[in-house]
């Protein structure tokens, strides 16, 4: 099983950046999708989820009505639209999946895309 994320890169302040995450090995069925981040020396945090059906997102409250989680068609794609970035959005940020809706838990884990912002 690989959940494989890309998008990071080097964006100003205000600007906007879009994830993505491919997951392979399995199919994701009913199976939340979403991100993590984990700035230098900070404790991994929760960005936001959206469930199977993209029915149910989650956020963050740091990052609700700036970023947009969606979910592909094939299911097994999921989406993280940055925008209004800020320098506090530096981070790694780690793409996972999870049976069940979990703020601090995930089944499975990507390797990291590294997202920095500058002021």
């Known amino acids: 099983v690989q959940l494989q994320a890309s998008g990071g890169g080097l964006v100003q302040a205000g600007g906007s950046l879009r994830l993505s995450c491919a997951a392979s090995g399995r199919t994701f069925s009913n199976y939340f999708m979403g991100w993590f981040r984990q700035a230098p020396g900070k404790e991994r945090e929760f960005v936001g989820t959206?469930?199977?059906?993209?029915?149910?997102?989650y956020y963050a409250d740091s990052v609700k009505g700036r970023f947009t989680i969606s979910r592909g068609n094939a299911k097994n794609t999921v989406y993280l639209q940055m925008n209004s970035l800020k320098p506090e959005d530096a981070a790694v940020y780690y793409c996972a999946a999870a049976y069940d809706y979990s703020r601090s838990k995930a089944d499975y884990w990507g390797q990291g895309t590294l997202v920095t912002v500058s002021s």
């Open positions: 959206i469930s199977w059906g993209g029915n149910m997102s």
